[in-house]
């Protein structure tokens, strides 16, 4: 693992790395944020997976969680989005390819070869980060935006064992039903069982459960009726006894302006419940 950059921040330290990764097979780059802490402590994690067009530089840099964590005690890692370099294939567009990762292992040619985000935010990273931080393996939570609310709701919903808690900014909480689901057919093909299970809304009603879920969703983000429509999260916790807190925050829009006005808020509900 290469250090890239670290900078001292609210008393911690943020880093960003960069190592070869095995499941991608290309370099992957991620920023890690430790806050200051007594010597052979270990602390809880929190994952962060990001949005369409999105690197881990882009909560890194706009996501304002670093105090809240420094408060909190909490660990902040976020991942790439998508495998990048010369070889990697891609789309001339900017929701399919790289930066579109969408958090899944692809099985369809070209992609399959790099495009291998579920093994590589569930295992190679995990394992990775586990080794040169100092972290609580028993108390790791997962949050996202967007596409990255995706995979952080599917990743917890499939292993609720792992996460004591999720939440997401305006994610994609059914692709399968939406155009953003174009994706799914691309890396996974027409096998609607494996895009089920890369579909929160699908997982549920197929019997996946967590506690609870936190959502915030600004009502002015263009992309909430046609890409989004909380309403079919909403109606899948209903009927299987999940407890949804959904917000609809007015005039909030899909950029980090709302992202890091409700940061340090989704922190300290996810502090409340790895500290327990």
């Known amino acids: 693992m290469e250090t890239v950059s670290t900078a001292k921040a609210h008393g911690g330290t943020q880093g960003v790395y960069r190592h070869a990764s095995t499941a991608t097979g290309t370099d992957m780059t991620f920023s890690v944020y430790v806050p200051d802490h007594a010597p052979g402590a270990i602390l809880p994690v929190v994952w962060y997976l990001s949005g369409l067009t999105c690197t881990h530089a882009n909560v890194t840099d706009k996501g304002e969680f670093r105090r809240a964590c420094a408060e909190h005690g909490l660990i902040f890692v976020a991942p790439d989005t998508s495998p990048r370099g010369d070889d990697v294939p891609d789309r001339d567009t900017w929701d399919l390819g790289k930066g579109a990762g969408f ?10 070869r790099h495009y291998r985000m579920w093994s590589y935010v569930t295992e190679e990273l995990p394992a990775l980060v586990a080794a040169h931080f100092p972290v609580d393996g028993a108390r790791q939570s997962i949050m996202g935006h967007s596409m990255g609310g995706h995979g952080a709701l599917t990743v917890a919903l499939r292993h609720p064992e792992r996460f004591r808690a999720v939440s997401a900014f305006a994610p994609i909480v059914a692709p399968t039903q939406v155009p953003w689901g174009a994706a799914l057919d691309l890396y996974l093909g027409a096998d609607r069982a494996a895009q089920r299970r890369h579909d929160a809304v699908a997982l ?14 600004g009502d002015a983000d263009s992309f909430l009726a046609e890409q989004l429509r909380p309403a079919l999260l909403a109606q899948a916790c209903a009927a299987a006894g999940i407890d949804l807190t959904l917000r609809m925050q007015p005039g909030y829009d899909h950029s980090y302006h709302f992202i890091s006005t409700f ?4 922190l300290g509900w996810h502090a409340a419940r790895l500290h327990a």
């Open 103 to 112: 958090y899944v292992d692809a099985t369809e040619a070209p992609w399959s």
């Open 204 to 217: 549920i009603e197929d019997g996946a459960r967590v506690p609870e879920l936190l959502i915030d969703q």
């Open 263 to 266: 940061m340090a808020d989704h």
